[in-house]
């Protein structure tokens, strides 16, 4: 079973705009991460953000976490048709990171 | 790219066969861990390996199995071979066997028929 559930599904933006994608999860985390994935290859690891941080920022890339509505949004300003992929929150707990389903965003040029 | 690779890129299979994957972690890096992606999902973890001993294991039968080498390396092998089995799988190296940032490879695609 997956820990998380992305929203939404798909995302379909204009290039230059912003693309904003929320995480719910279950259970309490020690931290939540975010991950791209190009054409169904390998993922990278995009943010780390722990339970005790409620925003951090890298480049274009922002991400928030309420952990009292055990839940994460992750904005991408100024989309660029390189950020067409599909993005993954992960919870780490333990030993495992437990993923969504993905928000699949495409930019249009 | 992450330093983590995986072979093969592509394997096709019989149903009932069975395959060995192979991760060579990120230098530094002495835990691995292996995920399988069904098409449209998110990954699922299968295990973990910290220095040689599998360190947790997620809701997979038996017939996954793994093994992790004094140089950190490790692999993933499936015996009996079903057709949901067919899937990209992941393999991810860290430092340290707690929650910490993964560096993933590029996968195998498993296909079995």
Sequence with gaps: SQQGEEDPQALSIQEGENATMNCSYKTSINNLQWYRQNSGRGLV??????????????GRLRVTLDTSKKSSSLLITASRAADTASYFCATGN??????????TVTVRA | ETGVTQSPTHLIKTRGQQVTLRCSSQSGHNTVSWYQQA?????????Q?????????GNFPPRFSGLQFPNYSSELNVNALELDDS??????????????EAFFGQGTRLTVV
Aim: net charge neutral.
């Design chain 2, 87 to 100: 899937a990209l799988y992941l393999c991810a190296s860290s430092l340290g066997a707690g929650h910490t």
């Design chain 1, 45 to 58: 690891h995009l943010i780390l953000i722990r339970s005790n941080e409620r925003e951090k920022h890298s």
């Design chain 1, 94 to 103: 333990d030993y495992k990171l437990s993923f969504g389903a993905g928000t």
């Design chain 2, 39 to 47: 098409l449209g999902q998110g990954p699922q973890f299968i295990f």
């Design chain 2, 49 to 57: 390996y910290y220095r040689e001993e599998e360190n947790g294991r």
